[in-house]
């Protein structure tokens, strides 16, 4: 039976799931789980994940959520994925585990944080909330200073001194890709200072071009239509997202 | 060379990994590093990780932080280890990156907030911060709930229906156990409605001993000293913890 990937193209785990199986010749069925229309909470969906979120996986008897587990278990299963996105080397896996742990903790709910509490909160029908904004904001600049003198160091594409992508690559960019709905001031003010980081966004990108764009396109509109919204001076209102 | 474990015995995750190698007879130097004396922003220990966080170790030519990826590293790397720590098997491995993932952004901070913002700021030079703590209870609770009907699910001892321990269990009991600096009332009006959280500490608690206790004593040592304070009508004041 084919693996189902149960996602939301607006979720960013729910993307680096997608083109992580299309970079690698996983073949899937992609079924969709609209958050804004909570279907994330019916019935069919809670026998897929109790826990009602996105990404998910089912894979023969096997049912999985969380994306790093879900790209951890789909590098190990299918033969088709390159060693280079979770390597066999016990050291260099070690430290992947460890990006993708920082992850969790620091440019997670900084970048979410901040996108959540300066965009996107209208549109899931919940306030703007200035002060949770200004601690994800503080959280995400901090991340993104360690991405750049820490996470980059070297002259290397990717992260921890590789050449070639692993699935941290692929998670911590889409990650930050969602930052493309903020306003263009707000943006270059928290990237501008991070030339490594825009580099191995970039770098990232290429190296799984054309999935990448494809995937992303219903970030792009939803990035168009917050543009939109702010030329004409009006904020997101409930439900708008659900034509994203 | 022997394994280097840089830890913290006040800090939880230092405890899951200093347990791990006690129990799976892994030789080991313990290198202390006092949070409350800032030992972690010293340049020495930046030399091991350079963000400044416990734990962290030192193999051969490996420098490696965050807990998760340090337990699964050791569990990879030390042939003593038995396979039920981390299991082999693809689907049981791919649960428990799962539920260590869950952990990360569900109770962790939910157990660590509430902890800090209840007990420990002062003894950190911190205000308790009363809305981050309310938020902090309100994750904590429903993450109890979740383990008690849903990672607990079933008649068996450890999570994901396991009878014996994986990484997962430590590192989450371990997590939960810091709940016992809290005032009793507080405690067990938390505990007290998950009748299989609480026999999932102990049945934790009993595979890995005498090392839980052991390990774990600087904690009871404290839980003491913050029920003294409490009796007395004083709070911790900062340096207070250097003595723990």
Same mark, same amino acid.
């Given at each position: 039976?084919?693996?189902?990937?149960?996602?939301?193209?607006?979720?960013?785990?729910?993307?680096?799931?997608?083109?992580?199986?299309?970079?690698?010749?996983?073949?899937?069925?992609?079924?969709?789980?609209?958050?804004?229309?909570?279907?994330?909470?019916?019935?069919?969906?809670?026998?897929?994940?109790? %826990?009602?979120? $996105?990404? +998910?996986?089912?894979? /023969?008897?096997?049912?999985?959520?969380?994306?790093? &587990?879900?790209?951890?278990? !789909?590098?190990?299963?299918?033969?088709?994925?390159?060693?280079?996105?979770?390597?066999?080397?016990?050291?260099?896996?070690?430290?992947?585990?460890?990006?993708?742990?920082?992850?969790?903790?620091?440019?997670?709910?900084?970048?979410?944080?901040?996108? %959540?509490?300066? $965009?996107? +909160?209208?549109?899931? /029908?919940?306030?703007?909330?200035?002060?949770?904004? &200004?601690?994800?904001?503080? !959280?995400?600049?901090?991340?993104?200073?360690?991405?750049?003198?820490?996470?980059?160091?070297?002259?290397?594409?990717?992260?921890?001194?590789?050449?070639?992508?692993?699935?941290?690559?692929?998670?911590?960019?889409?990650?930050?890709?969602?930052?493309?709905?903020?306003?263009?001031?707000?943006?270059?003010?928290?990237?501008?200072?991070?030339?490594?980081?825009?580099?191995?966004?970039?770098?990232?990108?290429?190296?799984?071009?054309?999935?990448?764009?494809?995937?992303?396109?219903?970030?792009?509109?939803?990035?168009?239509?917050?543009?939109?919204?702010?030329?004409?001076?009006?904020?997101?209102?409930?439900?708008?997202?659900?034509?994203?």
């Amino acid at each position: 039976m084919k693996l189902k990937v149960y996602t939301d193209r607006m979720s960013q785990p729910s993307r680096a799931v997608i083109i992580f199986c299309k970079v690698n010749g996983i073949q899937f069925d992609e079924i969709s789980i609209i958050l804004s229309k909570r279907q994330q909470l019916s019935p069919e969906f809670k026998e897929i994940n109790p %826990l009602g979120k $996105v990404p +998910a996986i089912v894979d /023969g008897r096997l049912k999985l959520f969380e994306s790093h &587990a879900i790209l951890i278990y !789909l590098a190990l299963a299918f033969p088709s994925v390159l060693d280079h996105w979770y390597p066999n080397d016990l050291s260099k896996r070690a430290k992947i585990h460890s990006v993708l742990d920082w992850h969790h903790t620091n440019l997670r709910p900084g970048a979410a944080g901040y996108v %959540l509490n300066t $965009v996107l +909160a209208p549109a899931l /029908g919940l306030p703007l909330d200035s002060q949770a904004a &200004a601690k994800a904001e503080n !959280l995400l600049t901090k991340s993104l200073s360690t991405l750049e003198t820490f996470w980059l160091k070297g002259n290397s594409k990717f992260l921890l001194g590789s050449n070639q992508p692993s699935i941290a690559d692929l998670s911590l960019v889409c990650e930050l890709v969602q930052l493309q709905v903020l306003e263009e001031k707000d943006r270059v003010k928290l990237l501008g200072p991070h030339k490594k980081v825009g580099e191995w966004i970039e770098n990232t990108r290429k190296a799984t071009m054309p999935h990448f764009d494809e995937v992303h396109e219903v970030l792009f509109k939803a990035k168009e239509k917050f543009e939109k919204q702010r030329e004409m001076g009006t904020v997101a209102k409930p439900g708008i997202q659900s034509k994203m």
